[in-house]
């Protein structure tokens, strides 16, 4: 299985992105997915993430600016960015906890993407 994303780009403090993400290339059942973002020499931190019932949750950093979406039916997730701030500037990875099961187990997986830069100027 394998993740794409789409959407990032440059925007001005205060403007609005999208970015998307796409589950594909394999059989697998897919838990919480999220989108988490990583800034120069700093650890990935988790932004937003929502479980296959679309119960979400948000970093404190962008609760109320940004809002994520999920459509199961096409395994896929939005990150709705609005009120962006220099601050937002960083690359962003989409993420899926999975289940791939066969006949004699079922492996949990987790799959990254492949990140979207997402820059804000001020």
């Known amino acids: 299985g394998q993740l794409l994303e789409s959407g990032g780009g440059l925007v001005q403090s205060g403007g609005s992105l999208r970015l998307s993400c796409a589950a594909s290339?394999?059989?697998?059942?897919?838990?919480?997915m999220g989108w988490y973002r990583q800034y120069p020499g700093k650890e990935r931190e988790l932004v937003a993430t929502i479980t296959h019932a679309h119960s979400t949750h948000y970093a404190d950093s962008v609760r109320g600016r940004f809002t994520i979406s999920r459509d199961n039916a096409r395994n896929t997730i939005d990150l709705q960015m609005n009120n962006l701030k220099p601050e937002d500037t960083a690359v962003y990875y989409c993420?899926?906890?999975?289940?791939?099961?066969?006949?004699?187990?079922?492996?949990?997986?987790?799959?990254w993407g492949q990140g979207t830069l997402v820059t804000v100027s001020s």
């Open positions: 290339g394999g059989v697998f059942s897919i838990e919480d």
């Open positions: 993420n899926a906890q999975i289940t791939v099961t066969t006949i004699e187990s079922a492996t949990h997986l987790e799959l």
